[in-house]
């Protein structure tokens, strides 16, 4: 374990990281006591990280002695594609009223490059995926929206882990970025605000292929 991170961080990254991958499927429950045997900690930074996670809404108190794991349907799954499609077209749209552009082209440039490069069966190309959308947040100069849009992307990462490992929708993905960047970079911000929302209704697609294929496990 990382000895610069506390114990609870530590816990709580990878609890977090076997939600979203489905290595912990949706609608289990974690106890305490199974934890702790996993860990080999007290209680205490296990209540700590299980705390967080259902501050993300990852998972809920179901007693004083454990968590249940997020089950999301396809109402779940919708409403939360549609609300990240408004938010993330809102981050588009303020970050273009950044008096300077360059570092937010910069960032977007990179981000395009690397995943140009990156082998699509990588994770690491899924979280160039995600960082591309968060770098208009990083610019956008409003912490409410930049909160709701974390606590949403959290449950959304569950479906996009899932899909975004299939080579067609890594395509249209990478496509779809390249665009919203293209418009972006020319001054196109209004092309750029609806060409993100054309995209999250394409994720949203993908999403529900998922929930459709494994009801009441998402």
């Known amino acids: 374990m990382d000895l610069k991170k506390t114990l609870s961080e530590q816990i709580y990254e990878i609890l977090r990281n ?21 860990f080999h900690v007290s209680s205490t930074p296990i209540r700590e990280a299980l705390t967080r996670l259902a501050e993300e809404q990852l998972a809920s108190y179901y007693s004083n002695i454990g968590v249940s794991v997020v089950s999301l349907d396809e109402t779940d799954v919708k409403e939360i594609y549609q609300f990240m499609g408004d938010l993330d077209s809102l981050a588009v749209s303020y970050a273009s009223r950044c008096p300077d552009q360059k570092p937010i082209l910069s960032e977007l440039r990179e981000n395009l490059s690397r995943m140009d490069a990156c082998d699509l069966a990588s994770p690491s190309w899924q979280d160039y995926s995600d960082r591309f959308h968060l770098i208009f947040y990083d610019y956008c100069e409003n912490s409410r929206l930049v909160h709701s849009a974390q606590r949403m992307r ?12 299939q080579a067609p929708k890594q395509d249209l993905i990478l496509k779809e970025h ?4 293209s418009l972006y970079e020319t001054g196109q911000y209004e092309g750029a605000v609806a060409m993100m929302k054309e995209h999250l209704s394409h994720s949203l697609e993908f999403a ?8 009441g496990r998402v």
Do not use: N, W
């Open 18 to 38: 076997d939600i979203v991958t489905q290595a912990i499927p949706c609608g289990s429950k974690l106890t305490l006591k199974i934890l702790q045997e996993r």
């Open 154 to 165: 959290s449950q959304m990462s569950i479906l996009a882990y899932q899909y975004e490992k």
């Open 208 to 215: 529900m292929e998922i929930a459709r294929k494994q009801p």
């Open 178 to 181: 390249h665009m919203i960047f």
